[in-house]
């Protein structure tokens, strides 16, 4: 079959488009590489069943025949990351919420089935944990930017859930939690390649706050394989799916564990919030998926011990480092618009 992932060429969708590819499938790749990165996909560049168009996902003349060729769209295209969120606010809503709106209609127009991954974000600072796809959302205020990113992803939902109303699209909705592994950048923010790169170096650990805050992270290679399993079950249609491990670990652990893991001398140096983010920022304490739902339609759990996962990151970015760089850009060659 022939697939689309928007953001193919970023973190998560470039292990998506390895794993379609290994599953036999034709892989369409559209991305505007404003956080992809072509190297993501530089490994796969011999397979004769990629093919990587570089633009927007707004464009919808680029995307339109794209979409039309397509078996299933994975929707993974938006602005993403503690740091661009605060930086670029009109960015993140409207890439968001524009990017998702033409996805839909045009989806909606061909009939394409959507799988649309959203954001444990949505669920903002709640506290009755763990967060159930259900429950209420409990988020801080319009002057926090913050929560701009949790509000147009969202949008997404709601608009999404009401394109399978009126107009009966397919859709599976799949709310992605902390997700980790190799090929994860730092540079937006995200606490373990930054935890490992620090390590590595023999420099102090950043942990934000006093540490106690906790998240439950899991492993990219897992994830990748419950959206498709996800896009492949019917009875997913129409529903929002936790998607992430039920393992809460506070980030002072998390700290400790990167250290053993590497062997590093490196301490831990607390950075107080406003130093780190400034003033648009408020943190969720804690924060750990229900996956009932997401075992009972596709018996899928989060199985890759974190340390293994750590262990996969570390090798990834010595093997980068000791290289002079990241992996080279390659020859992978993307149509532009
Ligand atoms: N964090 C940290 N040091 C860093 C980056 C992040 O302590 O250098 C913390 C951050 O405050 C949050 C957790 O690690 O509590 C996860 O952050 P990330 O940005 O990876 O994801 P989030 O869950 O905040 O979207």
């Not at 033409?102 to 959507?114: N, P």
């Not at 796809?133 to 409990?138: G, S």
């Not at 491990?245 to 002072?252: L, V, Y």
């Amino acid at each position: 079959m022939r697939m689309l992932i928007t953001g193919g060429a970023g973190f998560v969708g470039s292990h998506l488009a390895e794993r379609l590819l290994n599953l036999g499938h034709e892989v369409d790749v559209l991305d505007d590489l404003s956080t992809g990165r072509l190297e993501n996909l530089s490994h796969l560049e011999a397979n004769g069943r990629l093919r990587v168009t570089t633009g927007s996902v707004t464009d919808e003349g680029l995307l339109e025949p794209l979409l039309a060729s397509a078996q299933v769209v994975f929707h993974l295209a938006a602005v993403v990351g503690v740091d661009l969120v605060l930086q670029s606010p009109v960015r993140t809503i409207e890439t968001n919420v524009l990017g998702t709106t033409s996805v839909l209609r045009l989806a909606s127009r061909h009939s394409i089935k959507v799988l649309l991954t959203s954001t444990s974000e949505v669920y903002g600072k709640g506290t009755r944990l763990p967060f159930s796809e259900d429950d209420d959302r409990l988020l801080g205020p319009t002057t926090r930017s913050r929560w701009c990113y949790s509000e147009s992803k969202a949008v997404d939902e709601f608009l999404a859930l009401a394109y399978r109303q009126e107009q009966g699209l397919p859709v599976v909705i799949a709310r992605l939690f902390n997700t980790v592994g190799p090929r994860q950048t730092g540079r937006y923010g995200m606490v373990l390649p930054r935890f490992v790169s620090q390590a590595i170096a023999g420099e102090p650990l950043t942990v934000f706050g006093d540490g106690r805050q906790t998240r439950a992270f899991a492993d990219v290679r897992d994830v990748v394989r419950a959206l498709v399993r996800l896009s492949e079950c019917a009875a997913a249609e129409g529903q929002v799916v936790n998607v992430g491990s039920g393992s809460e670990i506070t980030i002072n652990d998390l700290a400790r564990l990167v250290i053993q893991v590497t062997g590093s001398n490196s301490s831990v140096q607390y950075v107080p919030y406003e130093q780190a983010h400034g003033d648009g920022f408020e943190e969720t304490q804690r924060r750990v998926p229900d996956v009932a739902r997401v075992k009972a339609l596709i018996g899928w759990e989060a199985s890759t011990p974190l340390q293994e996962t750590i262990s996969a990151v570390v090798e990834e970015m010595s093997r980068a480092q000791a290289g002079g760089a990241r992996p080279s850009q390659g020859g992978m060659q993307a149509e532009h618009s």
